[in-house]
């Protein structure tokens, strides 16, 4: 079994992730079908402080691109993408969508079985279908106004939101896109699904195929990590990586400083995968991005502890409401506050900190032109630094010299 260092280990997953090669000097649809594939699946999130979520892995990736291509590719009705609870709220390959059929089946049971709001409620689910059928795509608010002129029982706006989202849940509706960032509710006929909706893979084989993915984009993992990717259980995630080492496709390894109790944790990796001599980037990460999404692997493999505050009473906040962790090479040196104040057209840096031992300088001399070229990509004038954190003075100053 293979040994790596933790610095082979980080290697390796900024390499999966993308990080390994330098930014194109122009972005096409082409290389966002690329970066999305590579990474699998992107987090959809509502704070919108500096830039939606699922905005920001590609910019970390590729640097500046047209947002509006992207959401052509991942929001449109018949797009390449679709959405699901894929992780979270995720975005996937359409042709993906039978991978998810164990799943929906899976929730459709679990809700149907208990006595709660699905068993109670069957006539308003069938409402909401019918709704759909006679009116093609509808968000919420189109749904619970329609029930408010009375074309329909009345229902509370909660009441619809529910129905839409357990139907979501199980597939009897699915995404049309977004509209602003509500989700467009379809029935699978309306954007062209219907064929991909019938098929269905065998749930240990579906769990496999996601299991195999998850060790591709991660590049090395526990088994913890891997089933966190796309959401698994930890026994058919187990089961899977059974069968894919004996069938010679992943890898068992050890890292260093990886423990369970005294003994090294298991890791695997994709079999023969060349772990890089170096990672040059520089880079602000989305909260919500694979590299950090899952905090326990965030801390195993960059020694970074790092929580979002944007639920902490802001008297009580350690780093500011976003924070972004600064990703520089394959060190996770630091972490900024970012918001993009449109009213007055600038980036606004409302914290930004060094962690212990990175000298503040060094980082900011790095992340100066990242924030520089983040401001003009969400279409900002200039970037303002604020007076808070242990790495203000030197981004207040690298951003200066980069004005």
Not at 152 to 169: I, M, N, Q, T
Not at 382 to 402: Q, T
């Amino acid at each position: 079994m293979d040994q790596l260092s933790r610095a082979e280990a980080r290697r390796l997953a900024l390499a999966a992730q993308g990080f390994d090669r330098a930014q194109p000097s122009a972005v096409s649809a082409r290389t966002l079908n690329s970066a999305v594939d590579r990474v699998q699946v992107l987090q959809l999130d509502s704070v919108n402080v500096f830039a939606r979520s699922h905005y920001l892995p590609l910019f970390a990736r590729l640097g500046a691109y047209d947002t509006s291509a992207l959401d052509r590719l991942v929001f449109s009705r018949r797009g390449r993408y679709l959405e699901y609870w894929a992780h979270e709220a995720a975005l996937i390959r359409r042709d993906d969508w039978p991978l998810w059929q164990w799943k929906r089946e899976a929730l459709r049971q679990k809700y149907h079985a208990r006595d709660g709001w699905v068993s109670k409620n069957p006539r308003m689910m069938r409402w909401l279908l019918d709704e759909l059928a006679a009116n093609g795509p509808m968000t919420v608010s189109d749904v619970e106004h329609d029930t408010a002129v009375r074309r329909g029982p009345w229902w509370g706006w909660s009441d619809v939101k529910l129905g839409l989202e357990y139907l979501f849940a199980f597939g009897d509706v699915v995404s049309a896109g977004r509209r602003g960032f509500s989700r467009v509710y379809a029935l699978p006929e309306h954007i062209g699904l219907t064929e991909l909706h019938e098929l269905a893979v065998p749930r240990a084989e579906a769990e496999r195929e996601l299991v195999a993915r998850s060790v591709r984009a991660l590049g090395v993992g526990t088994v913890a990590d891997i089933a966190d990717y796309h959401r698994l259980k930890i026994a058919p995630t187990q089961a899977a990586l059974r069968s894919l080492v004996d069938d010679g496709l992943v890898e068992p390894v050890t890292v260093d400083g990886w423990m369970r109790g005294s003994r090294p944790e298991p890791a695997y990796r994709w079999a023969s995968t060349r772990v890089p001599r170096r990672i040059e980037t520089a880079a602000l990460l989305s909260p919500f991005d694979p590299v950090v999404w899952f905090r326990p692997r965030t801390e195993r493999l960059f020694d970074f502890h790092y929580r979002i505050e944007i639920y902490t009473p802001a008297p009580k906040r350690q780093f500011g409401y976003y924070s972004l962790p600064v990703l520089i090479d394959e060190t996770l040196v630091g972490r900024i506050d970012l918001k993009s104040d449109r009213q007055a057209g600038v980036l606004r840096v409302q914290s930004a900190w060094a962690e212990e031992g990175v000298d503040p300088d060094s980082m900011a001399e790095r992340v100066a032109p990242v924030l520089a070229r983040a401001a003009q990509w969400q279409g900002l004038n200039g970037v303002v630094v604020a007076d808070w954190g242990n790495a203000i003075e030197a981004i207040r100053a690298s951003v200066a010299r980069e004005g």
